[in-house]
């Protein structure tokens, strides 16, 4: 089985590019909560819709493929989701006001593969997951699956932030503004080891797992 290496890149405030990431692990750069995604590559009309949890993973995605990548199977996962827009929807409820369809629509837990697909015009099959502190491994492990099932790639994306401070406690200390997206590839021996220590650790947090790309060189 060839050792290729994993494409992936990964988003956190502050810290966007590998060799920031390698400066992150080193200890010589830390996060920094007032940056933002870089999104100006997307229209401004498409833009305006963003959320911050879409806007991390358009970034992420825009530093891991080229122009000419072509379109994959998309898994995506998250812990949280779009607890902002539900939260939103709820404190509408409660003072008797009106619901938005769209704001409805956009935070169902899929809803961003969805925006994902149609803005980049992909019509493959598409996957979300939501399973606790278990989202991010059962999300690689999805995608190294219907990798290994179809003989092709998979796109997979992990991102979450913090809940609102309205649900802070039941909240923890392990949730961080982060988007991890990677080509999972299970004819590559790099994604194969790397599935078997998410296999042997189901509650990897995010940086603990950038930390095993960052260990393989992958």
Known sequence: MPLS????????????????????????????LSESPDVSFIKPMVRRRLSSLAKMVFAT????????????????????GEMDKTVQLLTNLTNDEGLSPTSFGLSVHNSLVGM?????????????????????????????SQSKSLETPVLYFYYDEPLPEIYSSYSDDESITICIGVIVDAAKGATYQLHELVMLNPEILPVDFIKLLIEKNA
């Open 5 to 32: 290496f994993l494409q992936w890149s990964a988003w956190a405030p502050g810290v966007a590019t590998k060799e920031e990431w390698l400066s992150w692990v080193s200890g010589s750069l830390d996060f920094n």
């Open 61 to 80: 995605s825009n530093n891991l493929l080229d122009d000419n990548q072509k379109a994959l199977p998309l898994v995506f996962a998250s812990r949280f």
């Open 116 to 144: 994902y697909g149609m803005i980049n015009k992909w019509t493959k099959g598409s996957t979300a997951i939501g399973a606790g502190k278990r989202s991010l491994s059962s999300g690689f492990i999805e995608a190294f």
